[in-house]
């Protein structure tokens, strides 16, 4: 092996050791020491390698214990696209641009397959955030879960990691736009286009469920302009 790139090659040494062994999450890798022993490498080295793949969620890491295959996460995502908008190379809207498409997507599935447990805890979590009415902080996690709960009623993981890996640069942003509309008329309105989105998946219409999700998207956009013209009038 190449000094200068150990680390690196140990970390593809066990990613391809997953794949082809076929591990699954909870499952262990090699420890310090055997790897040690297979690979000729310091413990350093090694360590450096098992840091690396924890970032990505690849693996968890415990102390005193053998490192396992970890279950997929979006954190090395979140971080990419809030280093992104930090740096100014993508903007929210943007973000949410592709959010849409992808929640669009995902209403649309979750009304094919999800089932009347699925239905019931959307349900559940609508009312959740109807609770949450003027109250910024709370209303924010609240909807994060909602969206999540329709990814989870897609049946499809990929769904979830990334809504949530989007999600989370636009806090700043989401919290501004809800500024931006702090009056009641504006926040029943919100409630609503979220209500439509819940009553077009329970009745298992993919077509409605797509067009609540864009309307829903389209308020979301026209209150991140207004919070851009809030702080651009701002003394």
């Not at 062994?21 to 022993?37: A, K, T, W």
């Not at 970890?70 to 090395?76: E, I, L, V, Y």
């Not at 019931?120 to 969206?147: A, P, V």
């Not at 919100?190 to 829903?216: M, N, S």
Request: charged fraction near 20%; hydrophobic fraction near 40%.
């Amino acid at each position: 092996m190449e000094k200068t790139t150990l680390s690196a090659q140990v970390s593809n040494y066990l990613l391809n050791l997953i794949d082809k062994r076929q591990l699954i999450p909870g499952m262990e890798v090699p420890s310090e020491m055997q790897l040690i022993d297979t690979l000729g490498v310091s413990r350093g080295v090694i360590r450096e390698a098992f840091c690396s793949l924890s970032t990505l969620g690849i693996l968890e890491i415990s102390s005193g214990k053998r490192p396992r295959v970890d279950r997929c996460k979006p954190t090395a995502m979140e971080t990419i696209f809030r280093n992104a908008m930090a740096t100014q190379q993508i903007s929210a809207q943007q973000i949410l641009d592709v959010r849409c498409a992808l929640e669009m997507g995902c209403a649309e599935q979750a009304a094919q397959c999800g089932s009347a447990e699925d239905f019931f805890t959307l349900q559940q979590q609508m009312k959740m955030l109807r609770h949450t009415l003027g109250d910024h902080e709370q209303f924010i996690l609240q909807d994060s879960l909602f969206h999540l709960q329709i990814a989870k009623a897609s049946g499809n993981p990929l769904y979830s990691l990334m809504i949530e890996a989007l999600r989370t640069p636009l806090a700043s942003s989401i919290s501004a736009g809800l500024d931006a509309r702090d009056v009641s008329p504006d926040w029943e309105s919100i409630i609503q286009l979220h209500q439509y989105i819940v009553d077009a998946i329970c009745d298992r219409d993919p077509a409605a469920a797509k067009l609540a999700v864009a309307r829903h998207f389209a308020s979301a956009t026209q209150a991140l302009r207004d919070a851009a013209c809030r702080s651009d009038t701002a003394p």
